[in-house]
Structure formats: C-alpha cells, structure tokens
C-alpha cells in the first residue's frame, strides 16, 4: 500500500459509555478490557459495562491507516535498559494544572497517572477511545447521570521522593487534583458540571453533577487529568520543577531544552500477565533536538530509539531507504493545524475578511507538497470519524479560490488589500515552518501584506497565543480525542482555549445543547450542525490541515503501539530487544 495515500478513518464513539455505564454496578479490581479492547468476561460480571456498552466501545472498526513497515518483533522478552526518544522542542513548567502545552504531558506522561486511561495495543486504533482503568479500578454512573462514584486502587503508593516519601495514594489525592482543576485548572472545563468532589473513605471517589454531562468519561480518560499528591495543593514542593506521581517511572534529571532523564519505579503497583514486575525498561532518556539532520543521523546512528521529529516526504523517503530495518509508523494525525484570528482587532472581526483569509490558502498543495498528505480537517478533527463532516462536505466550505478572496477583501472595504502580522513558532519542527512560510505567500498573492512574526515557544504558546496577542495565528492544535473539546473549549464564549476573542450566541447555545445529550446518533448529528454553522458564521479557528502524524522506532523498540493522545500509552510494556 502507497503509505502517503488518503487513509479512511478510525471510527469512534464514547458518548454511548454515559448511558451503558448507568445500567452497571459496583466493581471489583478487574480490568474493563483486555488487551485487544474486548470486554472481558470478569468485567462484565463485575458490572463495570453492560455486554452492549462493551461491544460498542470497542467500535474500531477496519478504518485505521495501516504502517508503512512492520513493526519488529523479536522472539522473547528481554528487561532493563534504557529507552532514548527525542523530540524538537521543551517547556520549563512541568505543572500540569496550569500548562497545556504537548510538551508538559509528554514530559510528565509515564510519572503520573490518570484515574481512567486510554487503552493502546495491536488491535486497537490510533485514535480508538477503549477505557481501560488505571488509578481506579471501576465507576458506577447514578440512574440519573448526576452522581459518579469510583472505586480507587488498593496498593498503590507514591514515588518515594520528598515530601511525599511512598506513602499510600488515596482518594484524598484525587479530591485535591480535582478541587484545584475546578478552581485553577486549564483543564476545568473538562469537569463542567461538576458540583463537588466527595473522598468518603479511602479507596472511593464521588463526583456530583448538577446535570448529565456526556464526554465525563472521555473527559477523565484525557492527557490533562493526571492526578497529583494532595502535597502538591499545600505547599508542599513546587510542582513547576518536581513531579511526583504513581506511574512506572521516575523523574530523576532535568535540563530543559537538553534532556529529561527518568528511571524505573521499584515500587510500581502493576504487573503483566505472567506475573513480571512492569516496568520492562530502566529508564528512559528523552533528548531535545530540532535540528532534522542532526535527529536523522541519530537515528541511524543507533544513539536514537524514538524519532518523534517530523520529516518531509523526501527526507522519510530517503531515511527507509537507508535504514530499513527500523520501523516507520504513520497516522492520520488527532489533531491538526489551524489559523486563529483575532476578533477583536479590526478588519478581523469581518466575516469576509476571515472567509477571504480561508479561500486564500492552498491546502492541498501545502499539504501534499509539505506532509506527503492528508486532508481537509473540519473545526472537529477527522480522526473523530463518528462526529466530523464527511469530507466532501468540508471541502464545500474550505476550498481555494484566490479570485474570491480578493473579491470578499474588497467588498469589506480592501480593494489594494490590507497589512496583518502572523505569529508562529518554529518548535513545532521543519515541516511547520514550511506551512507557514507557505501561508504568508498565500496571503500576500489576495493582497494580504503578512509578515511573519517567529517566536520562541515560550512567548507564543505562554503568552501571546492565549492572551490573544496577534492578528492572525498558525500552528497544530491539540490532539483532542473528544469533539466537545475542539468545540466548547475553543469557540464558546470565555473558554479555557478560546484564544481567539469569538463571541457567538448562538453558537454557545448549539454547544451547550450537545453536552446533555447522551443518545449517541443524536448527539453527533448535533455535533455535526455545530460545524456547519461554525464554517458558515464564523470561520474562526480557520482549519488548514490534518497531516499522517509520523514516528520512527529503531528494530530494538519491542511492544509499542502509539495512541493519539498526549504521552506514551503503554510505555511500561515497552522493551529492548538487545
């Protein structure tokens, strides 16, 4: 199969969790599902999900983008060593309460873990949202959706780092994360409706509900509810620079923009089928380089397990020639490249100015040309094949045609055009470099006089991105794996991700109504109407492009299957063959 050919797409479905789990009672420490993403027998006995909720989460269906080469397997399982990755840019804060960026949750993924995870393995979809239990071992949903009650896992203790020093994690731990999340966090908005958090013993959690809430279960299972020490909210230790967690490793060394180094957890709660201590590895080291050709020579140098640096068509095509024995993995990406724009400055706030910046854009040639392919996204990402428009459908609203775009800038008062500054980073890698490079000369040919202003990441994605800083912005968006995120938190009204000073009545109103729809064919078609209205009324984050999300794994990288999500999904199963 042509690798770089228009994948179809992963079907996913999780609002139906909401109203299978209601039905479900009590459960003991049983896994929800195995490892291919089966409901297993023990589970459905427990009550964790009904057999139907069981059979419908694992609706991956046949759509998954097959990898370029298969990946290496060697015969028997070898443990210790260290696993290198590396990847084009850093970030200072590792507080995951206040910091959203990719690279907070890659640096602390692995160190803590969340109270529901994301299930990864061989038969399950880059994108699939099969739950799998982590910190808790099961939930029961209350009849009237309104009361969520977890049972947590016995056993488990802190890393033994001070102040925290081992002790025994407990659901008070989880009633600090989740207070601090509602009064501080980014992430809040992932708990909306959220009235309370009760810890009435020590292995159980309660979350009150002021009303149904759909994407609560996708929600808890996202790369940004990572649950903290209760010392983290006391002044215990400074959780910017120290992180300390229940997951398999431990953060041992930090330079920033050089190199986080971490090492295993002797203490680790989890074991593997036959009974083997996890984690497999050492430690993991992972190295900050931006520089391709440094990277690539790394890489088949052996000094490099992991390449999470994105490469163009020709360099990927040059590096399988010469190295291709390693394993080269492509996705349809979760998440994808986006312009945001300023409502509040003039000739912005103009829909036709915002509609002519669109038709101004060559995607496919930027696409293709750049990425080796891809496609249209939609303000939902395509990877969320169950709630984004079909394509054919997206392309009606988001084409190329310059000529239009002139004609829309002079019927907003422009005929000779008009000046914008465009703010990017160059940490996103090469390829983002080039798409924005392509985009101002887009710009420039309807008679927008763009000037590209490059930040540092710090700058752009600490300040002048969410402060709405800018005229017009570029860059990926965060792989959101629940559709509700793309649209609430970006485009409601005072939202945590609402960079972009959008203010629309009706809009808020279309998406609060999909929040307590808990039919899940009801719900995406609703979700499916917000797109429209958003690509018709507001044009605003403008989709560009969802390219093949691309990482490299040297033959000695055994058991490591990549999800869409933030992190390494599974990293404590992963091994070195030797």
Known sequence: MNPRHLPRWLALLLAFVLVAAACGGSSDDTEVTDADGESTEEAVEAGSFDEQAAE?????????EEPVTEEPEADELQTGGTLIISGPSDIASLDPITSSSFNTQYRIAGVYQRLIAFDSGPEIGYTAQVLKPELATGWEISDDLLTYTFTLRDGVTWHDVEPVNGRPFTSADVKATFDNILEQGHQAALLETVTSVEAPDDLTVVLNLSEPFAPLLNNMASHFMWILPAEAFEEGYDRTNTVIGTGPFIMDEREVDVKTSYVRNPSYWDVDENGNQLPYLDGIDTLVINDTQQ??????????DIMTNAMSPELRDQLMGDFPEAFYGEWIDAGMGQI?????????????????ISLAIDRDGMGNTIRGGGTVPSNVAPALADYVLPEDERREYLYYDPERARELLAEAGFPDGLDATVIATDRYGANYTAQTEWLIEDLKA???????EMLDYATYFGSRWPDVEYDIQFGPQTPFLEPDEWLRLQMRTGAARNWYNLSDPELDALIDEQLTIVDPDERAEKIREIQRYALENVMNPIPVWTYFSQWSYSPRVQNFYRHGSYGYAGIERVWLAE
Do not use: S
């Open 56 to 64: 419908e989460q694992d609706r991956t269906g046949d759509e998954e």
């Open 340 to 356: 945001g724009i300023n409502m509040e400055r003039e000739p912005f706030n103009d829909l036709r100015v915002r509609q002519a």
């Open 295 to 304: 990277v690539i020579a790394a890489f088949k140098a052996g000094e490099i």
């Open 446 to 452: 309807v008679g927008i006089n763009a000037t590209l």
